[in-house]
């Protein structure tokens, strides 16, 4: 408005990424660091990211200039530094990891001795922020109260200043994500526990504040730019009272129990606090407040982008990240525009004229032993964001947008069991029980009593649960009146035809009747005040006329990915966004339909049009007929899309890519099977179970244990598991819901000792186009999406690649597939086995993409529009090695057994580059975490066989790596055998020198367990020294082909440097044997 | 209940207030908190009040306060609006200082209320269509009945100001508040800065409190500037005759820009929300201000001994003015917050300062 104002603009920046999902930092964090680039790029800046997080927009070709798929240490930052000649470097995009690293190269000095600047929030306030202490100093200069509390770095003090405020209290880390390390203590004994537990897990510093259980909690998004002006964009209300963290809890915004005079009172606060403090960009300021009285407490403020910023951008409109940039850049608020309205500036404070609803998905059932109970520490994986007119509305889409097979509130769904407080105490399930508990006849203030949510959300779930009876009541004669009140309350069509006992498609005959729609409205920031041209849509029933009007362009529609979860998270993002850009490239309109806000799919910017609401049936065929996009597109989104193929295909709707009868035969067992047979290709033998007393004849017939068994009706839960012996087939049969000819048993033969294969390719009409193929490191049997995939691979008998590819070759043409498909084999003694097919984009599409640097998923989307360019598919014969590593949150699901299995467990993973396999492995490694042993390693290698195996790993170890090694009994012997040198050590913490004691002594930094045997809880013998070792955030290896892998690696290792090489310099197309090397030197000299 | 507007268009819900047909001006807010202070504004008399957040009655009503108190959340003594119209009203309130429904209030008060309305499309209407008058009646209603109805050009401004001057506070200077719907929280932001305060109604005879105040304060009000010519009138001999400081918020703003012979005009749809953006134009420094105005000041017609000061981020309209050499300006926005953002309380420090220190000018 009155020219830009650029103090001194930065010719190369850095941005610092937050590597792999893991829980409490996920995909947000994508969003947040792709609009960071994107607004640098605009101004010209040349940009470097680090981020080893291979799956991300951000790392994607065409946004930064340099992309460095690496471990964000302090040392390897540095190195870019230096390398990149960079001069600025913005820490707040990449959530506490990117702050935590910034902060150490700021300590020691690296960035004044490059000369790097740090833009955005000066340094000296983030510490203040991230130190409780000086935190609380700040705020009490300005009058601000903070909740009473004592920073103490010893177990002594911290029961001191127990003592001094008085249990319960609450206790939480410093320097923590996601609440780490924290909760509400009742009892010294209890204290004691978790503070081990805090200090032993790497927390510097814990705080000892007082319990302000019940209290509201509230959020604050503040934006203030380097002339001083500032402004709160959104504030935000949690549904569970204070003492669930705000990760944890159901959110709504804006707040809604507030008056105004609270509402204004925390808002200036805010804006005293963050003035005050200095920040230069985004924060986030959460409150505890008295639900008597307009008391409060700063809990604390965050100086950087968070999960809340990425849910307020999305639940506003207000782009957080790209606005944080560009203060960070020297620009004030009222020259940035307001990309929404383009009339109005930044400077301003979203109006909202809707509701939106948060709901976190957790996956705590996927864990072995893990509790349920949910409180101040984060634990769940992902989240879905409803946006609608009324509470109900919201709470009930979010609900169905979980994705955990409820249809909405349904009252106690979940069989919960136990007096009504049992049934009430937090857990995932809790928001059913209070469904049931209201259905039940106990009143609102019954519930209050035991659960401190505010009446105000009780009374909205009343509501719904009034409804519900209501309609079962009405049964099919529900008349027209009832039929709007329960879609005002957000009732899906399927949820009234249970409950009114009707059949399905009729409530959307009656609702067309009746002339019951849903209408589209625009997200405008502004509440309509001014016009505004915004593509950012969502559909609610209190609507009587659409916003926009359908356009007449060629258009398509792709389903996104829906709530993150373990086994489906920010790789499919990267699909939907990719097939978008690609189907935008050419001419296409687009629509894009995903529910998750922590995603880069559903900024505004990236489609056409963006409608922020489910993925089901219902909703897509509400948005398609109203639409008339030439087809749509379900395969880039994950298993959510993929799964409405056949009933969006049955009601009209052209799916585009391989026909979704096709998806069917892929995805029906009996048709696939029946498949590989007519095609002569291999599979493990299977059967189904449809009578627990069949179950061993079964097992025989398919040539005895061990066994996979799969059953096929799982509410929200662990879906496969391994049967090694006939007691452990029975406990899991009995864990099914149900085993009956309806819901059969899937039982097949489980194979050891195997190679795990994968391919991902794109196929058109039937024909290969791109493929690649990639080994597991560990054996068969690790979930594909738990193991160390290598691309390509190392170490496979190229008959078995060629039969590999036949074989994919032969089901693309059966399948006729158009489109992504993603196959996985198994191999042993070059035996080719099939073990699934699924006709959509797969888990590693991204990081197929990127190692052979051809875009699988866009050429995916060209093919099933019917546009065919020359493509060349190099994926084999590479002169590196892309290695694909899991990232694991075991240490923040307090008992989860840290063991590999059928099913998915990890959180989230990384993709680095090297010269080879070693380099590769080792960066991908470092990139979760790992850091190579230097202190001693613990085996415990469980069977004879594994034992015998390692030995040439041990002496490894012990000779020419120098550890000292130390050893439970069994493999202390074997290792005696063999002359390695160890100490023995018992397994349980009573024995004298035992295992446990080693780790909590810090003896050793790298425990090796390969389990077998079980305990009497049936769980696999050593889990206490896994559990150990991961609370003690101690490495861990539990496979013994990753630990193999591991080992060589470390001995490549002590004759070479990490030189790390950015995705960039790595992948572009090369002369005849160029090496790295080579190019670095051209690259130098160019730059010289 | 049904609102028919102006040109025919119709919008059908369910009443949840008092059930009589009344006409008026019809207005949107963007606010998402602060109804109970909305209601009670007396800038708001004689037009039906649209609310765009969808959820209203979330945190109910605090008990009626004692005859002659001026504690919030209440802005005056009734609510002001002619009716309200909501997307979806909440009647189960949760909050520890409700002592009642807004439905009771609103009932208690006789004053209609409508839920169910689209407000967003309502909204949408009346930006395009421009501010119009509309009538709210109870279905099936006859569409001829005779309406309650303020009269906007004169009765008005007697409505909503005080019968006879009143007095509050204690303090070592004083200031004349001129009361033309003056919000009760002017009051209190002046009490709290240690100064008494004469609240006396507009069409009094202002000079007979002129010695005893050391400053002026203009406030809020309804209705058109141009048809407060009287008031405009003693203005002017007020600026005329003294150096005494004069503040003018909101109504006062364009009284003051009046009798310094500026004019004013029409805005299409008005600024009604708490979150619009001004900026100081000295200082550049940009606030986030409650707001509640039809009309503006055209700061192109200023005399030259006048400048502009404020204006707003979104559209460029003026929102506030200065005298160069006399202690003389005003605000289009609403300092005094209530509901709104509490930014630019300032300015009531700076008036209280430029009073005691009489050496300003």
Request: glycine letters at 8%; one cysteine or more.
């Amino acid at each position: 408005m009155f020219g830009a104002y650029l103090p001194r603009k930065p010719s190369r920046a850095l941005v610092i990424g937050s590597g792999a999902l893991q829980i409490g930092q996920a995909g947000e964090f994508d969003y947040s660091g792709s609009q960071a680039i994107k607004a640098l790029k605009e101004e010209g800046v040349y940009t470097v990211l680090i981020n080893p997080n291979i799956a991300t927009i951000q790392t994607s070709e065409g946004l930064a200039d340099q992309i460095y798929l690496n471990a964000i240490t302090p040392a390897f930052v540095e190195q870019i530094i230096e390398k990149e000649n960079v001069d600025a470097l913005l820490l707040s995009f990449g959530g506490q990891t990117a702050l935590n690293c910034g902060l150490a190269l700021w300590d020691s000095g690296v960035l004044e001795r490059h000369g790097v600047r740090v833009l955005g929030t000066p340094v000296e306030a983030i510490r203040t922020t991230e130190d409780r202490e000086l935190f609380k100093q700040a705020l009490d200069q300005i009058g601000v109260v903070t909740a009473r509390s004592r920073a103490c770095a010893s177990t002594e003090e911290a029961r001191a200043a127990a003592a001094e405020i008085g249990f319960p209290v609450m206790l939480r880390g410093a320097f923590a994500l996601g609440g780490k390390g924290s909760g509400i203590v009742e009892t010294p004994a209890e204290l004691d526990a978790k503070l081990r537990r805090a200090f032993d897990g790497g927390v510097p510093q814990v705080l000892v504040e007082e319990c302000l259980r019940g209290w509201k909690e509230i959020e604050y998004e503040v934006v203030r730019d380097g002339r001083d002006n500032c402004i709160t964009v959104c504030n935000m209300e949690n549904f569970d009272p204070l003492g669930i963290h705000t990760g944890e809890s159901i959110v709504v915004a804006p707040s809604q129990t507030l008056n105004d005079e609270e509402y204004q009172l925390l808002r200036t606060i805010a804006i005293k606090t963050i003035r005050h403090l200095g920040i230069v960009g985004e924060c986030n300021i959460q409150y505890a407040l008295d639900p008597h009285s307009t008391d409060y407490r700063v809990i604390e403020v965050n100086a950087r982008l968070s999960r809340s910023s990425a849910l307020a951008s999305k639940a506003t409109g207000y782009p957080l990240a790209y606005v944080a940039a560009k203060i960070a850049l020297g620009y004030a608020l009222p020259e940035i525009p307001n990309g929404i309205t383009r009339r109005t500036t930044a400077f301003f404070e979203p109006a909202l004229d809707y509701i939106v609803c948060k709901f976190p998905r957790w996956d705590l059932n996927k864990f072995q032993g893990a509790s349920v109970e949910i409180g101040s520490e984060m634990k769940s994986v992902g989240e879905v964001m409803a946006i609608g007119r009324t509470f109900p509305e919201v709470i009930q889409k979010a609900i169905r947008m979980l994705d955990i097979g409820c249809d909405g509130l349904e009252p106690a769904v979940f069989d919960p069991a136990g007096d009504l407080r049992t049934q009430l105490t937090a857990t995932p399930s809790r928001i059913f029980a209070v469904a049931g508990a209201l259905t039940e006849g106990f009143s609102v203030d019954e519930v209050h009593a035991h659960t401190g949510i505010d009446r105000w959300f009780l009374d909205a779930l009343d509501d719904i649960v009034q409804t519900r009876m209501a309609l079962a009541e009405a049964g099919r004669a529900v008349a027209e009146p009832l039929l709007r009140q329960a879609k005002l309350q957000g009732f899906s069509d399927k949820a009234i035809e249970k409950l009114c006992d009707l059949k399905k498609g009729e409530v959307r005959k009656l609702r067309r009747h009746h002339g019951i729609r849903p209408y589209l409205a625009q997200i405008d920031t502004l509440a309509a005040e001014f016009p505004a041209e915004t593509n950012y849509l969502y559909s609610t029933y209190h609507a009587q006329q659409d916003d926009v009007a359908p356009s007449t362009r060629k258009k398509i529609m792709v389903l996104g990915s829906g709530a993150y979860r373990i086994g489906s998270s920010v790789e499919f993002d990267w699909c939907a966004v990719n097939a978008v850009q690609a189907a935008a490239e050419l001419g296409y309109e687009t629509i894009m339909v995903n529910y998750n806000p922590e995603t880069v799919s559903t900024d505004y910017d990236t489609c056409d049009r963006l409608i922020f609401d489910e993925i089901s049936l219902e909703s897509v065929l509400d948005i398609y007929e109203r639409e008339q996009p030439e087809g749509v597109i379900v395969s880039m989104g994950g298993q959510i899309p993929n799964n409405l193929a056949l009933r969006l295909h049955q009601a009209g709707v052209r799916i585009l890519g391989t026909s979704p009868d096709d998806i069917d035969r892929a995805e029906d067992r009996s048709k696939f099977s029946a498949l590989l047979d007519e095609l002569d290709v291999d599979q493990p033998r299977w059967s189904l179970v449809a009578d627990v007393a069949e179950a061993d004849a079964i097992v025989e017939g398919l040539g005895g244990y061990p066994v996979l068994v799969r059953p096929s009706y799982v509410l929200s839960g662990a879906a496969m598991s391994v049967a090694h012996e006939e007691n452990e087939l029975q406990r899991i049969l009995e864990r099914a819901k149900e085993v009956s000819p309806e819901h059969p048993v899937v039982v097949s033969k489980f194979e050891t000792h195997a190679r795990e294969i994968e391919i991902d390719a794109v196929a058109d009409q039937g024909e290969l186009v791109l493929w690649s193929i990639s080994e597991h490191v560990e054996d068969a049997g690790v979930h594909s999406g738990d193991a160390t995939l290598v691309l390509p691979p190392q170490k496979l008998y190229i008959s078995t690649i060629r039969r590999v590819r036949q074989i994919a070759t032969q089901v693309a043409r059966g399948l006729n597939i158009t489109g992504p498909f993603n196959m996985q084999f198994l191999a042993k003694h070059n035996a080719v086995k099939v073990i699934e097919c699924n006709l959509r984009a797969s888990r590693s599409f991204p990081f197929v993409s990127k190692v052979t640097n051809a875009n699988y998923a866009a050429e995916a989307t060209r093919r099933m529009l019917g546009v065919r360019r020359p493509v060349r598919n190099e994926s084999l014969d590479l002169d590196y090695v892309g290695v694909k590593v899991p990232m694991f949150s075991f240490s923040r699901l307090v008992g989860a057994d840290p063991l590999l299995g059928v099913e998915m467990t990890s959180t989230g993973e990384v993709g680095c580059i090297g010269d080879n396999l070693h380099e590769a492995l080792l960066h991908g490694l470092m990139a979760t975490g790992f850091q190579p042993p230097q202190r001693g390693v613990l085996l415990s290698l469980g069977p004879w066989e594994d034992k015998f195996w390692f030995t040439d790993e041990a002496r490894v170890l012990a000779n020419e790596l120098g550890l000292p090694i130390y050893a439970t009994a069994g493999t202390a012997r074997m290792l005696a055998d063999v002359g390695v040198a160890c100490t023995m050590v018992g397994k349980s913490e009573s024995e004298p020198n035992n295992a446990i004691t080693l780790i909590n002594d810090g003896k050793v930094d790298l425990v090796i367990n390969v389990p077998r045997e079980y305990d009497r809880f049936g769980r696999p013998d050593g889990y206490l020294i896994r559990r150990r070792a991961i609370d003690a955030g101690v490495g861990l290896i539990t496979d013994r082909q990753l630990a193999r892998a591991v080992v060589d690696a470390l001995r490549w290792q002590r004759d070479h440097d990490h030189e790390l090489v950015s995705w960039n310099v790595l992948t572009a197309p090369r002369g005849v044997g160029e090496t790295t090397q080579l190019r670095l030197a051209r690259r130098s000299d160019s730059a010289a | 209940m049904q609102l028919i507007l102006e040109d025919g268009t119709t919008f059908t819900g369910t009443a949840f207030g008092a059930t009589t047909g009344v006409a008026g001006e019809v207005v949107f807010n963007t606010g998402m908190s602060g109804y109970v202070e909305t209601l009670t504004d007396p800038s708001y008399r004689g037009q039906i009040l649209v609310l765009t957040y969808p959820l209203i009655g979330n945190y109910g009503v605090p008990p009626p306060r004692a005859a002659g108190s001026l504690t919030g959340p209440f802005e005056s003594d009734r609510i002001q609006v002619q009716g309200l119209i909501v997307q979806s009203y909440v009647d189960a309130y949760s909050h520890y200082a409700a002592g009642r429904s807004l439905a009771d209030w609103l009932i208690a008060e006789g004053v209609p209320a409508v839920t169910g309305v689209d407000t967003r499309t309502l909204t949408r209407h009346l930006r395009a269509a421009g501010t119009m008058k509309g009538r709210l009646i109870a279905n099936g209603e006859a569409t001829t009945t005779r309406l309650r109805e303020v009269d906007m050009r004169q009765d008005v401004f007697r409505q909503v100001a005080p019968r006879a001057a009143t007095r509050h506070g204690q303090g070592d200077h004083t200031v004349l508040l001129v009361d033309v719907g003056a919000k009760d929280n002017i009051v209190r932001s002046l009490l709290a800065r240690g100064v008494r305060v004469i609240r006396a109604p507009w069409f009094e005879d202002l000079s007979t409190y002129f010695d005893e105040a050391d400053g002026v304060l203009i406030g809020n009000g309804p209705g058109d500037p141009s048809d407060l010519e009287p008031l405009i009138a003693q203005v002017r001999r007020m600026l005329d005759s003294g150096d005494k400081p004069v503040m003018g918020i909101c109504l006062g703003n364009q009284i003051l820009a009046r009798a310094a012979g500026a004019k004013t005009f029409k805005l299409p749809y008005g600024h009604r929300g708490v979150n619009q953006p001004v900026q100081d134009l000295l200082t550049r420094r940009c606030f986030i201000t409650s707001q509640n105005h039809g009309y503006a000041v055209d700061h192109d017609s200023l005399s030259d001994d006048w400048e502009p000061w404020f204006i707003n981020l979104n559209d460029g309209s003026n929102e506030g003015i200065r005298a160069k050499t006399r202690p003389y300006f005003g605000v289009q926005f609403h300092p005094e917050a209530r509901p709104g953002p509490e930014d630019t309380g300032y300015l009531f420090d700076e008036f209280v300062r430029a009073i005691r220190r009489p050496a300003y000018a």
